[in-house]
């Protein structure tokens, strides 16, 4: 009996630590989603409208177009994504919430009878999310030292903003591609490929000095590797066409 009541309260204290999309002020819808085309269906645009009347703020892939906040710590925000379900005469999908270690915070499921895709899709879209409560965010600084922060997975060029400037942009090339790093208060950094605009990785420091965990933003699907800096050379391992492993260098101009 005792350790069936301990487990009740470890449970229970689970429970009420868990992260929720409530508690979370910004979400990303991005331009296409896991299993339907750029707004098919008008979904992008559907779903944008239902958080929104939850008060969230909805936010774009590109980072430069952030608030200062999220900006600066992009711990704050989460990514919605979504799925088709499979369900026989019946539009079925999945409205997923991740967050920035990749855990899903929430997955919430809605079906529809309507036969018409359109319709259908978007009906499903509003009874997965009924139940979801309105935006309800803890202030900026309890999320940045909270136990399970968010971030985003896809990340496009952060806007330089004065807490960027402060910590210094350096430029690395390894001869093909040339890369700005842009240093955030929490310790990790961002390179961002000077050819796109976009965010090439993201480096997140490890217990060991000089070892990152990395987060490399791909066409092909984003990845997690490892990564060094030795506050000149930067080095990451990345995964080569044939799938093979080989670690590349970017020298600081």
Not at 18 to 47: G, M, R, W
Not at 107 to 124: M, P, R
Not at 186 to 204: H, K, M, P, V, W
Request: aromatic letters at 10%.
């Amino acid at each position: 009996m005792k350790n069936f009541i301990t487990a009740l309260v470890l449970i229970s204290f689970s429970m009420l630590n868990a992260q929720q999309i409530s508690d979370y002020k910004y979400i990303v819808i991005p331009e296409t989603f896991s299993d339907f085309k750029t707004n098919q269906y008008h979904l992008n645009t559907y779903l944008k409208n239902l958080l929104e009347r939850k008060d969230y703020q909805i936010l774009s892939e590109n980072v430069q177009e952030w608030p200062a906040e999220a900006q600066q710590n992009t711990c704050s925000v989460l990514k919605a994504d979504l799925k088709k379900g499979k369900s026989l005469l019946k539009n079925k999908l999945d409205v997923s919430f991740t967050d920035c270690q990749q855990k899903t915070i929430a997955n919430l499921e809605g079906t529809s009878a309507v036969k018409e895709y359109d319709k259908g899709y978007q009906e499903a879209v509003k009874i997965a999310v009924q139940n979801v409560k309105n935006q309800n965010a803890k202030p900026i600084e309890q999320i940045k030292n909270s136990e399970t922060p968010v971030e985003i997975v896809k990340y496009e060029e952060p806007k330089v903003n004065p807490s960027m400037q402060n910590s210094g942009i350096k430029a690395y090339s390894n001869g093909e591609i040339k890369l700005t790093k842009s240093d955030l208060t929490d310790g990790s950094f961002f390179l961002i490929n000077e050819s796109n605009s976009q965010i090439y990785a993201q480096f997140f420091p490890s217990s060991k000095n000089g070892v990152y965990r990395v987060k490399v933003t791909d066409p092909k699907g984003n990845y997690e590797t490892i990564g060094f800096f030795d506050g000149n050379n930067l080095e990451i391992e990345i995964n080569s066409d044939n799938n093979q492993k080989k670690l590349i260098q970017f020298k600081q101009l």
